[in-house]
């Protein structure tokens, strides 16, 4: 087999602010003919994540630091093309955190192996993939049951859309805030929310106060910033908060103080537990036969933007900051 001309994604500089297209570059490489005990996998779908604006920073954190001048990484479902493992054959469908490049080699352990039959295979990036599993692991972390009136922030996106409706099969009543009209639509009429609103249009604790004045048991945070403080303001006594993100300040050069009212975590008797996803790997087949069956029963909806071509991708990730994704945002590379 000869060799296989491959574009990437790079990264070229570290972001300050809002990332912009001069911090990546295109590469192109060749790559040689797989080896014993690897495989030749070409990408199908890759995905765009705001997670992956951390790395981009030279920090510690739960992950290690994109390096300058290498590939960035990041979730893919692609298809085997050639191996020389016994464990994947040409043709099947495969995840992996080889996104950012059209091409890669790999050994068979950093492959999992999902099935054809659910398409478009996308789907393993969104709602039957990490983002889905995020936001099942949050409604799992604080257990989440039937009755909870939970408020989920991001609503629209890839994680918040799959929780909210995740929580309405809990026979849960869901409140879900978003950044445009066309959002809560979306959140009303496609996925099942009670209530849905535009952030944008008034204070946040102002629409939460009028949409639920009775208050809510379940905070799922996706944004931070001004909506955690509402949250915090309207959760009742013995509410959870899942901290599952915080986009508000991934581009804030200075992190901002945070809420002011703190202390309603004191006298309500809160509880708010941090989430990563990948603390749950281990439970990944509990959640894809779960989430899987709801997908095949047609109960659970898997909405995404898809955007064309690896040239695409840069914007795409820098489109996640400025909200131009309904459900998750994908690169469909083939
Ligand atoms: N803890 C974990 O293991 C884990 C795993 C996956 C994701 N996450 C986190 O979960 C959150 C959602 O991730 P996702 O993949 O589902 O992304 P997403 O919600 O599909 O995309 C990002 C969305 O965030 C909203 N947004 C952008 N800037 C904002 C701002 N300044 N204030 C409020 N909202 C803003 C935009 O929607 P609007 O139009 O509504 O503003 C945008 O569409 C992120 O914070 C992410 O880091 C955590």
Redesign the pocket.
Known sequence: MSKVASREIRLASRPKGIPTAANFSLAQVELEPPQDQQVLVRNLFMSV???MRGRMNDGKSYVPPFALGEPLEGGAVGEVINSRANEFKPGDAVTSNFGWREFFIASPKDLHLVSREIQPLSVYLGALG??GM?AWAGLNLVEVKGGDVIFI??A?????NVAGQLAKLRGCRVIGS???ME?VEFLREECGFDIAFD?KTGPILEQLNLEVPDGIDVYFD??G?E?LEAALSVLKVHGRIIA?????GYNEEKPRPGPSNLFNITTKRLTMKG????DWLDRQGEFEKEAGGYFRAGKLKNKETVVAGIVQAVDAFIG??????I???VVKLV
């Open positions: 994540d705001p997670y990490m983002t995020t922030s991001g629209a996106g890839a994680v918040g978003a950044g445009s959002k952030y996706n944004v910033g909506t599952c993100g915080g986009i508000s989430l990563i996803v990948r996640l900051f400025a909200g131009k994704n459900g998750k945002m």
